[in-house]
């Protein structure tokens, strides 16, 4: 069926460190994979996304890497800061031709001073 | 920017009382999306809708639930007998169109239902 693993749940870390966040999804025809940061009581804001052509994608802090052949797909966030502090959503296009977005369990990311 | 609005941000309402939540997709978008969130949990698809039809449902999409687009500025999700677990947070979505190089859906900032 159409799914997406996300890992961790919760991931603390040092302002300053680096924080990647990893998914899978399910099936090999998926071809977009957009990166949601939501805020507490917000919407779902995009971040980045990567098409299944292209294995790396970055914008200065945060890159997003995808293996295809794994069917994994990864988000990177370098120099950490308390802003970043927030829940991630990992999404996944699945072939249907609408544009149906499936979304991962959420990481929330603390980010501490 | 072009945004995607929802009203009300906050609704609250009876078990077993009809609820209609309403959302202004951007003005030059073709797709449509209705989401939720219950508290603490992922976004979940419910429904996409394209010309002015169905295109795809979810399992939580019940008879309860349905959608239309009254005019050519509104997408709307009524439910039509609130039960407790229906409470969530809604977040209408929209597409400029599908296929490559076009895939992202805008979101917005979504209604807040809480069922009493």
């Known amino acids: 069926g159409e799914n997406v693993e996300q890992h961790p749940s919760t991931l603390s870390v040092q302002e300053g460190d680096s924080a990647v966040i990893k998914c899978t999804y399910s099936?090999?025809?998926?071809?977009?994979f957009p990166w949601y940061k939501q805020e507490l009581g917000k919407r779902p804001q995009l971040i980045i996304d990567?098409?299944?052509?292209?294995g790396e994608k970055k914008d200065q802090r945060i890159a997003v890497t995808l293996n295809k052949t794994a069917k994994h797909f990864s988000l990177h966030i370098t120099e950490t800061q308390p802003e970043d502090s927030a829940v991630y959503f990992c999404?996944?296009?699945?072939?249907?031709?609408?544009?149906?977005?499936?979304f991962g369990a959420g990481t929330r990311l603390a980010v501490h001073p | 920017e072009p945004e995607v609005t929802q009203t009300p941000s906050h609704q609250v309402t009876q078990m077993g009382q009809e609820v209609i939540l309403r959302c202004v997709p951007i003005?030059?978008?073709?797709?449509f999306y209705w989401y939720r969130q219950i508290l603490g949990q992922k976004v979940e698809f419910l429904v996409s809708?394209?010309?002015?039809?169905?295109?795809?449902k979810s399992e939580i999409f019940d008879d309860q639930f349905s959608v239309e687009r009254p005019d050519g500025s509104n997408f709307t999700l009524k439910i039509r007998s609130t039960k407790l677990e229906d409470s969530a947070m809604y977040f209408c979505?929209?597409?400029?169109?599908?296929?490559?190089?076009?895939?992202?859906?805008?979101f917005g900032s979504g209604t807040q239902l809480s069922v009493l």
């Open positions: 003005s030059n978008h073709l797709y």
């Open positions: 999404a996944a296009i699945f072939p249907g031709g609408y544009n149906k977005l499936i």
């Open positions: 979505a929209s597409s400029d169109r599908t296929g490559t190089g076009n895939e992202k859906l805008f």
């Open positions: 990567i098409r299944s052509n292209v």
């Open positions: 099936d090999s025809a998926s071809n977009y």
């Open positions: 809708f394209y010309n002015n039809e169905i295109s795809e």
